[in-house]
């Protein structure tokens, strides 16, 4: 028996809703990125991006292990000679909750070009209030 072909336009892309209040960073990033990358249907292949949409709330109430709040630095640089910036996960943190799971999440996706359209369905919001109640996620414990 052959494995049937599925057609994107066949498959139907839901919402999730996860809060992200006392979770791990980490354990949070690798459950969202297989739920954006759609491991966990049946009718996965690598090659198309069949992935559900996900949206986190509370995003500033997650928790790093350890003395990541301190140690785990995140670097950018602007292409200029001496532009380097860094910052810790603890200023990170004040200044954009929601940049430490994008952050998080963009490490776990492959770097192809299905990352930036993955990424584009995920949703994150550090208080409890988003705009996506029309589309009635669903909720996801991870």
Do not use: C
Not at 41 to 66: C, Q, R, S, W
Not at 98 to 103: A, G, H, K, V
Not at 123 to 137: F, M, T, W
């Amino acid at each position: 028996m052959d494995t049937p072909f599925v057609s994107i336009k066949d498959i139907e892309k839901k919402w999730f809703i996860v809060d992200a209040e006392n979770k791990v960073l980490g354990r949070l990033a690798t459950g969202i990125a297989k739920i954006l990358i759609g491991k966990h249907k049946p009718e996965y292949v690598h090659y198309m991006d069949i992935g559900d949409f996900v949206v986190v709330v509370n995003a500033d109430k997650v928790k790093l292990t350890g003395k990541k709040w301190s140690d785990k630095i995140y670097y950018r640089h602007s292409s200029y000679p001496g532009g380097l910036r860094q910052r810790t996960a603890l200023e990170v943190h004040k200044k954009h909750p929601e940049r430490l799971i994008l952050e998080a999440v963009k490490g776990m996706l492959p770097n192809n070009k299905m990352r930036a359209p993955r990424l584009k369905k995920l949703k994150v919001y550090s208080g409890v209030e988003h705009p996506h109640s029309a589309q009635k996620p669903e909720k996801l414990e991870i």
